[in-house]
């Protein structure tokens, strides 16, 4: 099955420096990896998602690249903000939510 | 748009007391629906997942056990709870149509079995 590990485990960024949180996945058939965002207490949101036939995607100050060759896919956000402190989760799946397999966590605090 | 409602937010159970969390679904029909349980603060676990009315596969053997009595409605079970019980619970659905759909959570349930 797959097998994703997901780097840092915690992470502290001044207010407006820029995070990036990795992902590495073994299934080379997997092929949509979604990222979430758990605020404490509150339940996962998505907040952006990659399918394998994009390199790159962008949301605003988020942004998520994928290399399929080497198996893995990392989670950047820029100008951070103290609202952005939680806990992010990557995931990776061949094609089905069910079998959509979680990283274990990042824990990213933003310092003011 | 799409809902999803979890209830209670929060409950404190003896061990050995019977269990029993909903879900529904709103602005969907034949949604996928799965249970996952969090330690911790991290790691999602998924428990149960359900493709159809009275369709249910776990994932991992366990105290508990998931029923879909309805399109839209998920429930979790237990007849006796235990310690190791304690957790956040969270439903979650996904689009029953079409590949790389992604899941989308409930508010939860923290449950404490004491």
């Known amino acids: 099955g797959e097998n994703v590990e997901q780097h840092p485990s915690t992470l502290s960024v001044q207010e407006g420096d820029s995070a990036v949180i990795k992902c590495t996945y073994s299934d080379s058939a997997s092929n949509y990896f979604p990222w979430y965002k758990q605020e404490l207490g509150k339940r996962p949101q998505l907040i952006i998602d990659?399918?394998?036939?994009?390199g790159e995607k962008k949301d605003q100050r988020i942004a998520v690249t994928l290399n399929k060759t080497a198996k893995h896919f990392s989670l950047h956000i820029t100008e951070t903000q103290p609202e952005d402190s939680a806990v992010y989760f990557c995931a990776a799946t061949r094609g089905s939510a069910r079998q959509l397999t979680f990283g274990s966590g990042t824990q990213l605090t933003v310092l003011p | 748009s799409q809902t999803i409602h979890q209830w209670p937010a929060t409950l404190v159970q003896p061990v050995g007391s019977p269990l029993s969390l909903e879900c529904t679904v709103e602005g969907t029909s034949n949604p996928n629906l799965y249970w996952y349980r969090q330690a911790a603060g991290r790691g999602l676990q998924l428990l149960f997942y359900?493709?159809?009315?009275?369709?249910i596969s776990s994932e991992v053997p366990q105290n508990l056990s998931a029923s879909r009595p309805q399109d839209r409605q998920f429930i979790l079970s237990s007849k006796k709870l235990l310690l190791s019980d304690s957790g956040f619970y969270l439903c979650?659905?996904?689009?029953?149509?079409?590949?790389?759909?992604?899941?989308?959570f409930g508010n939860g349930t923290r449950l404490t079995v004491t």
């Open positions: 359900s493709v159809g009315i009275g369709q």
């Open positions: 990659i399918r394998s036939n994009v």
């Open positions: 979650a659905w996904s689009s029953g149509t079409g590949v790389n759909s992604p899941l989308h």
